[in-house]
């Protein structure tokens, strides 16, 4: 079965750095999409970033570019969110996602979700 476990959350002041790992099993990232999503207290959960399985292309949500990084290791079956320049703002709970539509967002009904974690920007 699908399983995802999200990893590398933590304290970081801001301007620091941190990245979190999405560890796959059940399936292989050669044929599934895979994004990350993050939810603040208040806030509804948002798109952060995408990989496309096809191509490897990546998607990013304006409030991250250019400071976000997603990847994947095929080998490891691992997807990583490699995250500088952090501001309190992007203090959330993140999580990784399969089935991912690049375009929006959305995850398919079929997708799976990780338990996520926690990412907190603070002095």
């Known amino acids: 079965q699908v399983q995802l476990v999200e990893s590398g959350g933590g304290l970081v002041q801001p301007g620091g750095s941190l990245r979190l790992s999405c560890a796959a099993s059940?399936?292989?990232?050669?044929?599934?999409?895979i994004g990350w999503f993050r939810q603040a207290p208040g806030k509804e959960r948002e798109g952060v970033s995408c990989?496309?399985?096809?191509?490897?292309?990546?998607y990013y949500a304006d409030s991250v570019k250019g400071r976000f990084t997603i990847s994947r290791d095929n080998a490891k079956n691992t997807v990583y969110l490699q995250m500088h320049s952090l501001k309190p703002e992007d203090t959330a709970v993140y999580y990784c996602?399969?089935?991912?539509?690049?375009?929006?967002?959305?995850?398919?009904?079929?997708?799976?979700w990780g338990q996520g974690t926690q990412v907190t920007v603070s002095s």
């Open positions: 059940g399936f292989t990232l050669d044929y599934y999409s």
């Open positions: 990989i496309s399985t096809s191509d490897g292309s990546t």
């Open positions: 996602a399969t089935d991912v539509n690049p375009t929006n967002f959305r995850v398919a009904r079929f997708g799976s």
